[in-house]
């Protein structure tokens, strides 16, 4: 809701378009978008979602599907109704190129790139403090790679301040973990929000996003938070998901040796910040990322 169809609402509705939105498809619409159907109550649900989804196709409505999670690349409570539904859809829309290659293996049609917009303006970058802080925020599916990767990829001396947000599934399961690493680590968890992820970059003098590219249910997601964590002012350590590929100038990689630099001294690399500040942050601000779903829609 936050950063792909909330934006598409804001930039329609502006538009001057007619926009109803929900589990109810309004009679005579001319264009449905398909959103996340989420798994609470699923088989129910999606009974009820695929059934006026035909419904409106039959009426002559054009059908759009908003593909951000590979269901149909793994079994999950959810992949039956995209199975079912893509038979129905005009134009999908992904976030990444990745998810666009996914999903060309199973559905022929026509595929539409519309990247997540980020929520926070531009802060500024701050001066280094110690011990040095990193940040990590996720959703908890996420939180596996962030367990593997303190057990890894921190040395011996290394004195570290993590700062981990995410939701109360995600923390949970980290509580539960028995961490090792040779690394001398405190660590501070907290409930993710839009709120305490700022609050949190201005105590932060990094951010980590370490990922697992082999990873079918991962390997597909956007650029989304790497391009928060520089819009937040902070340089990042990130894995080689492809959808960063483009932004590899602004980011260090986090399994090579200059990650070693980076916990050395953070300040190396504010130039990085700034120039992602500059030239890539603004692209995906929520008013041009509107304007592209209304491109696409209107």
Same mark, same amino acid.
């Given at each position: 809701m936050r950063l792909r169809i909330g934006p598409a609402i804001k930039g329609l509705v502006e538009h001057g378009e007619n926009v109803t939105f929900g589990e109810v498809i309004v009679n005579l619409s001319d264009k449905v978008v398909v959103t996340k159907i989420g798994g609470n109550n699923i088989q129910t649900r999606q009974v009820q979602w695929l059934e006026q989804i035909e419904?409106?196709?039959?009426?002559?409505?054009?059908?759009f599907l908003d593909y951000t999670d590979h269901h149909l690349g793994f079994e999950s409570s959810m992949s039956d109704f995209y199975r079912n539904v893509l038979c129905m859809v005009d134009v999908v829309v992904t976030s990444s190129r990745m998810m666009k290659q996914n999903l060309a293996k199973?559905?022929?049609?026509?595929?539409e790139l519309v990247e997540d917009a980020?929520?926070?303006?531009?802060?500024?970058?701050?001066?280094?403090?110690?011990?040095?802080?990193?940040?990590?925020? /996720?959703?908890?599916?996420?939180?596996?790679? #962030?367990? @593997?990767?303190?057990?890894?990829?921190?040395?011996?001396?290394?004195?570290?301040r993590l700062i981990i947000l995410s939701n109360q599934v995600g923390l949970e399961y980290f509580s539960k973990v028995k961490l090792i690493s040779e690394a001398e680590i405190q660590i501070q968890l907290a409930i993710?929000?839009?709120?305490?992820?700022?609050?949190?970059?201005?105590l932060?003098?990094?951010?980590?996003?370490?990922?697992?590219?082999?990873?079918?249910?991962?390997?597909?997601?956007?650029s989304n938070r790497l391009i928060t964590a520089l819009a937040l /002012?902070?340089?990042?350590?990130?894995?080689? #998901?492809? @959808?960063?590929k483009d932004f590899k100038k602004y980011y260090v990689d986090?399994?090579?040796?200059?990650?070693?630099s980076l916990i050395q001294d953070p300040a190396m690399f504010h130039d990085q910040?700034?120039?992602?500040?500059?030239?890539?942050?603004?692209?995906?601000?929520?008013r041009n990322l509107s304007s592209k779903w209304v491109e696409l829609l209107a």
């Open positions: 419904h409106a196709k039959r009426s002559g409505a054009k059908i199973y559905y022929s049609g026509k595929i980020i929520e926070c303006l531009p802060q500024t970058i701050k001066p280094v403090n110690k011990p040095i802080t990193f940040l990590w925020f /996720g959703h908890a599916s996420n939180i596996e790679y #962030l367990i @593997s990767f303190i057990k890894l990829g921190f040395r011996a001396g290394d004195q570290i993710w929000s839009q709120e305490a992820m700022v609050h949190a970059s201005k932060a003098d990094a951010c980590i996003i370490p990922i697992n590219n082999a990873d079918l249910k991962k390997n597909g997601a956007s /002012g902070l340089p990042v350590a990130a894995g080689a #998901l492809d @959808s960063y986090i399994d090579s040796e200059e990650f070693r910040v700034k120039l992602a500040q500059l030239d890539v942050v603004p692209k995906y601000s929520i």
